[in-house]
């Protein structure tokens, strides 16, 4: 089977590649290095021993994608291209609109013409709103979102849908993500944001290496257990592989619209996070308690049910992992500067 897979030189799409190759897919990526590097290629095949097929081209221009298109024999397509920092959607918003938007609508308007069917979008747990329960579970359905961000991943979710009413040969896959952290064992790939991290793992992994002073805690007076925000935090390479599991149902169930949420089912307050790392790691992380960040919520996690039901796929990896997975590649970053 021939995968092309839109920004699989990114941090899930990368690990998503080495999971794919793994398994003997054959592997199209094609990525414009907006928020990646070229070098994250060489690594997967120093990891897996195999060279994906690599265009740097932007999914804007319609006919680049036609090419890749008309060059390889494609069966099924993974996005993951697209703007994902919520303070910058919040600054850009039109940016953010017509590049992820139109971006997907140019993808899936080549495949139609070339008859390719089948699609996994990479959307976000975000896409929730504020649903007034902790526990999100796929039912609730789409909710008001609180940023441009996430409202490209709920109106893409829309038109996905609507794309499947219209054409019922088309098998489509909806994996809301929780919260991705960790990197893959080896140390050779993982996330690298540009400037001053948004995320949580990625800041503490700048305090951690002494590059920024001190991690700002958002809030410690929500009504969780120790006051900080409650998260799921998910092993990406766990979510890699709730991609290839995702890609099997459609291999077999054919044509459908499927929903997933993709996450561990339990959250960790922000301290939680940072005691762990600095467990596991014998490394200090200095932080100090500051006034919420807006938009915000106390606490939420995934219902992972579904996922384990209709795709035999659940998280295996701890926090632990996670956190010294994280670490090994910042380090492995700081030797090779
Ligand atoms: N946090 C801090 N300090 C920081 C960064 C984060 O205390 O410097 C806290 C936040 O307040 C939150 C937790 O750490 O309680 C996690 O925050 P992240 O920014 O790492 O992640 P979010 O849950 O806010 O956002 C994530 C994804 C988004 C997605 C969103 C909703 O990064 O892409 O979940 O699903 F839209």
Redesign the pocket.
């Known amino acids: 089977m021939n995968v092309l897979v839109t920004g699989g030189l990114g941090f899930i799409g990368s690990h998503t590649v080495v999971e794919l190759l793994e398994k003997g897919y054959d592997v199209i990526i094609v990525d414009n290095l907006y928020n990646s590097d070229i070098k994250v290629k060489d690594k997967i095949t120093e990891i897996t021993k195999k060279t994906p097929k690599v265009y740097i081209e932007d999914l804007l221009n319609k006919e680049a994608i036609n090419k890749i298109f008309n060059e390889n024999n494609i069966d099924e397509v993974i996005h993951f291209a697209g703007y994902?920092a919520?303070g910058e959607s919040c600054k850009k918003p039109l940016m953010y609109y017509y590049n992820n938007l139109m971006s997907t609508i140019n993808l899936l308007e080549v495949m139609k013409e070339h008859n390719v069917k089948k699609f996994i979008f990479s959307s976000?747990?975000?896409i929730y709103g504020n649903p007034g329960i902790p526990k999100y579970v796929e039912d609730l359905g789409r909710g008001i979102t609180t940023?441009p961000?996430?409202t490209t991943?709920s109106m893409i979710e829309q038109i996905l849908e609507d794309l499947y009413k219209s054409d019922n040969e088309w098998s489509i896959s909806l994996l809301r993500?929780?919260?991705p952290i960790g990197a893959h064992k080896s140390g050779l790939i993982g996330e690298k944001p540009n400037g001053i991290?948004?995320?949580?793992?990625p800041?503490i992994l700048k305090v951690a290496s002494g590059e920024l002073e001190v991690?700002?805690?958002?809030?410690n007076d929500y009504d969780t257990p120790d006051g900080?925000?409650?998260?799921d935090y998910i092993h990406v390479v766990d979510l890699a592989k709730g991609h290839v599991s995702s890609l099997n149902k459609i291999e077999k169930s054919g044509s459908g619209l499927y929903i997933y949420n993709l996450g561990s089912g339990k959250g960790y307050s922000?301290l939680e996070?940072v005691n762990t790392f600095e467990r596991v790691n014998n490394i200090k992380v200095n932080y100090k308690i500051v006034e919420?960040?807006p938009g915000?919520l106390a606490e939420y996690y995934a219902d992972a049910s579904k996922a384990l039901n209709e795709l035999g796929w659940k998280t295996e990896k701890t926090l632990e992992d996670m956190c010294r997975d994280s670490w090994n590649f910042m380090k492995k970053e700081i030797q090779s500067i």
């Open positions: 994902k919520v976000s747990a975000t940023n961000y996430g991943k993500y929780f919260n991290p948004n995320n949580l793992m800041y991690l700002n805690v958002f809030g900080t925000g409650v998260r922000v996070l919420r960040r915000d």
